[in-house]
Nanobody, 122 residues
Framework: RLMESGGGSVQPGGSLRLSCSAS???????IAWFRQAPGKERVAISY????????SYADSVRGRFTISRDNDKNTVYLQMDALGPEDTGVYYCAGDDSVVRDWEQISEYTYWGQGTQVIVSS
């Protein structure tokens, strides 16, 4: 039900903007972005609450990534700046239309996208 787009290859220091869209209205959904680096577990990196009242970031991306939502376009974005090789991985958006108590927990989210690949390399 969720669809990511915007991944690709970029050089260190570059930027990408990921998008998460859906066939249902996302305004009532809390949305998180997760990243799974090669050979590692999937970890939460950013979160935006329903109706965009609250945002949160993992320490590894705070100050470089920005999450936002455009309800008119029914899309949640992840703007990623100052990318480094450590940002390489598959990025997933996840959502839920109920209360999310711990945004970093995979189990909090019912809906997931298929993922989009981000490669940061020179």
């Amino acid at each position: 039900r969720l669809m990511e787009s915007g991944g690709g290859s970029v050089q260190p220091g570059g930027s990408l903007r990921l998008s998460c869209s859906a066939s249902v209205h996302l305004g009532s959904f809390a949305i998180a972005w997760f990243r799974q680096a090669p050979g590692k577990e999937r970890v939460a990196i950013s979160y935006i609450s329903r109706w965009a009242g609250y945002e949160s970031y993992a320490d590894s991306v705070r100050g470089r990534f920005t999450i936002s939502r455009d309800n008119d376009k029914n899309t949640v974005y992840l703007q990623m700046d100052a990318l480094g090789p450590e940002d390489t991985g598959v990025y997933y958006c996840a959502g839920d239309d109920s209360v999310v108590r711990d945004w970093e927990q995979i189990s909090e989210y019912t809906y997931w996208g298929q993922g989009t690949q981000v490669i940061v390399s020179s």
